[in-house]
């Protein structure tokens, strides 16, 4: 399985941006970007997703390197309900998820 | 639509005793997935179900049985429990097809305590 590396914790001022890395220098050529995050006490939902181009949705945008081997999560402005563990994670194949331990994202109001 | 609902929210077992995880989903998902989570920990998978009638070992299946009851319903099962099972579970669940790109949906978990 392809593995990621984020940063533990990460911490940011409320209504401010927020980048996410993750590195992922062994992914392969299909292998798709996946973002979830998990609210204290709560079962991980689903951020974002993306291969090769970058993404938006409404939680979030998804910067993916050119050479694919990082991303970043991008959240616009930050509330406090966005503090979480956010998880990157590589989707191979197996079509499983294996989770790494993330980083916890601290919101300051 | 409920999504993904497990039962119970909590439980405490003695070392030894026996106790069934309920998981169902009413998203008409082909697949399903238990994960244990520890403290501090990311979450681990532990068994899944492609679809109806299937089940296969994920990373940590030891100590651990499921039945995918039918196509909404995935339970698990520890038979002889154990402290070192202390955890909290999540059953999941992912749309049909999409391949790569599918994503999971997940239940609120249920935390079990064994002493």
């Known amino acids: 399985d392809a593995k990621t590396t984020q940063p533990n914790s990460m911490e940011s001022n409320e209504e401010e941006p927020v980048h996410l890395p993750c590195n992922h220098s062994?992914?392969?050529?299909?292998?798709?970007i996946h973002w979830y995050r998990q609210l204290p006490s709560q079962g991980p939902e689903y951020v974002i997703h993306?291969?090769?181009s970058n993404v938006n949705n409404r939680m979030a945008s998804l910067a993916i390197a050119e050479d694919r081997k990082s991303s970043t999560l991008i959240l616009h402005r930050a509330t406090l309900r966005d503090a979480a563990v956010y998880y990157c994670?590589?989707?191979?194949?197996?079509?499983?998820?294996?989770f790494g331990s993330g980083t916890r994202l601290l919101v300051r109001p | 639509n409920a999504g993904v609902t497990q039962t119970p929210k909590f439980q405490v077992l003695k070392t030894g005793q026996s106790m069934t995880l309920q998981c169902a989903q009413d998203?008409?998902?082909?697949?399903m997935y238990w994960y244990r989570q520890d403290p501090g920990m990311g979450l681990r998978l532990i068994y899944y179900s492609a679809s109806e009638g299937t089940t296969d070992k994920g990373e940590v299946p030891n100590g651990y049985n499921v039945s995918r009851l039918n196509k909404r319903e995935f339970s698990l099962r520890l038979e002889s429990a154990a402290p070192s099972q202390t955890s909290v579970y999540f059953c999941a669940s992912s749309e049909p097809g999409a391949g790569r790109r599918k994503t999971q949906y997940f239940g609120p978990g249920t935390r079990l305590l064994v002493l």
């Open positions: 062994t992914i392969s050529g299909t292998d798709y």
């Open positions: 994670i590589l989707m191979d194949s197996s079509y499983k998820l294996i």
């Open positions: 993306g291969l090769t």
């Open positions: 998203m008409n998902h082909n697949s």
